[in-house]
């Protein structure tokens, strides 16, 4: 039964955007004079169990009509460049992203959150904001084994994590690999294998490229030498 305050909306030509996940109050929102994300979050109240470096803003994705500023426009610029000239760190980022759910904004929840200053979003007729609850996990991919988001581990190191996804393939450049802070998507080349590691972060181990005829170049020459 309704009671004194209650707001009721009925439901029309109103636009409405959908939260899931570790709030206090999920459900669906009205949007109201320009609501925004940062706005809409502290209306919802996160839980103590809320992880903002995993949560999702998914919006509905119009084939015949893109938006502009719905694009990633960082993996647009990437994928502009020739492969060839690419490093290990944007090979990495392009894999990282082009994985990624269609339709998901490229939005960095933590910095919205806690810095009053940074850009906002707003948001749009539809959008679904999923704020997951905190699962502490290591992104391997790349030429590993078994590619998998392995368990955080606060002891482990870039070899633990290797490992743990069955190691190399035979085609791994193992002296290029590329860590992505989850929080930020900054790609670092290291240089080592006990760097430390943080949850939600992703580990990249690029391929070696074969070159046209390489194969068969390197079986003469085992053929000259063993001759």
């Not at 109240?45 to 999702?56: G, I, R, T, Y």
């Not at 994985?99 to 919205?112: A, D, K, T, Y």
């Not at 190399?168 to 989850?182: C, E, M, N, S």
């Not at 930020?184 to 992703?202: L, R």
């Amino acid at each position: 039964a309704l009671q004194a305050n209650d707001k009721l909306y009925v439901l029309g030509e109103e636009r409405w955007v959908y939260v899931e996940g570790e709030v206090q109050f999920p459900g669906t929102y009205p949007i109201e004079n320009g609501l925004t994300l940062r706005q809409l979050l502290k209306r919802t109240q996160l839980k103590s169990e809320a992880s903002l470096a995993q949560a999702s803003l998914i919006r509905k994705v119009d084939y015949k009509k893109k938006v502009e500023d719905e694009e990633d426009v960082v993996l647009t610029r990437l994928l502009a460049i020739p492969r060839n000239q690419l490093t290990d760190e944007e090979e990495a980022l392009i894999a990282l992203k082009t994985q990624q759910v269609s339709g998901r904004l490229p939005i960095n929840f933590n910095e919205i959150m806690t810095n009053e200053n940074s850009p906002d979003i707003n948001l749009r007729d539809g959008d679904n904001i999923r704020i997951p609850r905190f699962i502490s996990s290591v992104r391997v991919y790349g030429a590993v084994q078994a590619p998998a988001n392995i368990p955080y581990n606060t002891t482990a190191n870039i070899q633990t994590y290797i490992d743990a996804a069955g190691g190399f393939t035979d085609r791994a450049r193992i002296t290029d690999i590329v860590l992505i802070k989850g929080n930020t998507e900054t790609a670092i080349k290291i240089n080592d294998f006990i760097s430390s590691v943080d949850p939600g972060d992703a580990i990249f181990i690029p391929t070696k490229v074969e070159i046209p005829g390489q194969g068969y170049r390197i079986f003469r020459e085992v053929l000259a030498v063993t001759g």
